[in-house]
């Protein structure tokens, strides 16, 4: 296949279309979300009631040269049918496709390897998101930067502590033009404390024949070879075409670390640098975090589907229309109560979210805690996990020298027992609480 | 008829509740620990009390006053200037003790049970020699010392062995004892221990014996034990069928073994029992959970908490939907904020916790 470069339509006031790719995963990916994504798969995980692509995709709609995008992600094609079934109906301006890659490309392959669709109709740029972040994704102002400068990428990049940052893509960049002018994947030593949000705009004159020169340079260094630097050795096409396996890891291209580099140093590469909120949605546990910011994000931009504040509301909370929460019940900050909900008398529910079909009995005392699908939790039980401070970047703390998650989570189905106490555990799916837990991960 | 109470110190065993009071004013099961052995020695027939203190009792002397006034009986204060043991007290208050040539009863003051100071004087009277202590079974004797009988003598003693090893008996010592006056002869005034001096020479000359407690017995010194001891006191109301327990019929009541003091007021939908003690002017919001735990006067629980295994100080504030539970301690005017989990903490007065206490601690 030969990559078909579309002529840039521009002067005429017509900016040229916009197209959006979501980067959804695939079920091997996402281990680190268990024990939730066990059951859902990450990226339909629901945060401030709605599934964490939704929140990308509302982000997208607001941008008026988008029509079309894509889902890439190695899930199985029915994953994602009724999530696109139900976005049409809600962003009727978009179309939404999955594009199913059938071994995983990395970040960069993906879209390489679907480059037809995404050219088809010569759109002049493409966003690229991460769906395992959560932000205000600032899609409008990202594309401001990229027309004044004339860019040819533009990434979102956050500042973060210093001692976060190398956990993290570091950027360095000029500060009065913006341009990047270094990109490290997580570095070993402090770089920079502007990190990349995850979230791209491509020229898309510019990012297929950057995908395609790492995939060249991939081809004529085969790292196997550096090792063998005798002649009979440097016969590539032997290696390669012999060795399949060698062959698909070769396929596996990130833009994080193949590409944005690369970029940096030749090509038109500035940042944008949110103020705003930003969290990466890892581990089961930052649905907590990433579930507060969104529903403060609803609150500000005068949401509807927000329970109205009360004595027993306080701060945003979102509750599913077929949930039943008691009067007496007292709920948030930052909680969501997902669908057929039960909440009982007298209970409390703080940081946290609910899933649907779950049960709190009445006294009970939820703080800090998911609680998975179809769930009890007992009377005067209380289920416990410890805040993080807000601009911490982890979901583990440190507890009598010993690390724990910070977000008590309770797969599907699980069972708290009458007036049972857990504290910072996990629980795994199908569990039945009868004592006392602390700092546990629950078989 | 006489009796002498050992107080001691300020009862530092059961701090942060007796930094406020000295320990005989602090209530248990409802009514200061002082009256309970106060009542029974009345009961009894004793018109004198002395109780053996080593501190400047100001406080207590308000409510001795008043009990002196409720019982018709006279209540001497016996300071000691040194701490003069078990033994050294009852010397100094020699002269109130001689008085009338009766035989007189020592108690110390830790000790809770159904005193059966009658049943004792009378048994005391039978045998004819010095001294009669109170003894209590166990079931691990080799925590305490064990009294062993003369060989074919149901109770008269032959020697003390302190932690056995091997079962000799499980027999202790009840810290309850009726003695002749002659004791006295025994005793020097200077700091000297009842048990290991006295009782000893009075046990080579064949002159004590003991008698068994029947009922409960704990030595409430401490939060632990004082709640067991309040479990152990509030099923032995329920055993006599005692009216002052809130009826089992009661919505709220679960379990049975619930004291509520009238004055206290108790809101919708609680589950209170079994093992409670609630105290005058106490307020219980809605929903609340309390078992095996104790509720001073003037505290308050509010909505939805729960507690276990804990004491609430006086004046103290347990926010809702807090979490109370190990033998967690409040002090006097203690205030545990909402949705605050306290695992075995000791708070001392006055403080205000805003976060959770995970593990045992003290909070200063």
Redesign the interface.
Known sequence: MSLQIPHREKANGNTGATKAVILVGGSSRGTRFRPLSLDVPKPLFDVAGHPIIWHCLTAIAKVPSIHEVYLIGYYEESVFRDFIKDSATEFPNLSIKYLREYQALGTAGGLYHFRDAILKGRPEHIFVLNSDVCCSFPLNEMLKLSQEKDAEAVILGTRVSEDAASNFGCIVSDAHTRRVLHYVEKPESHISNLINCGVYLFSTDAIFPSIRSAIKRRTDRPSRLVSYPSSENLESSFMIDDDDDENRKNEVIRLEQDILGDMADNKQFFVYETKDFWRQIKTAGSAIPANALYLQQARQNGSKELATLSENILGPVYIHPTAQVHP?A?LGPNVSIGPRVTIG????V?ESIVLEDSEIK??A?V?YSIIGWNSRVG??A?V?GTPTPVTSHTTSII??GVKVQAITILGKECAVGD?V?V?NCICLPFKELKRDV?NEVIM | MKALILVGGFGTRLRPLTLTLPKPLVEFGNKRMILHQIEALAAAGVTDIVLAVNYRPEVMEKYLAEYEEQFGINITISIEHEPLGTAGPLKLAEEILRKDGTPFFVLNSDVTCEYPFKELAAFHKAHGDEGTIVVTKVEEPSKYGVIVHKPGHPSKIDRFVEKPVEFVGNRINAGIYILNTSVLDRIELRPTSIEQETFPSMVKDGQLHSFDLNGFWMDVGQPKDFLTGTCLYLSSLTKKGSKELTPASTPYVHGGNVLVDPSAKIGK?C?IGPNVTIGPDVVVG??V?LQRCVLLSGSKVK??A?VKSSIIGWNSTVG??A?LENVSVLGDDVTIGD?I?VNGGSILPHKTIKANV??PAIIM
């Open positions: 007496t007292k008398a007298g209970a409390r703080k009445h006294d005392c703080l009377a005067w209380r416990e507890k009598n007036e106490r504290q602390a | 939908n589950r809605d929903g959970r909505d939805h729960w809702k939907w979490r949705e989990y995970d593990v």
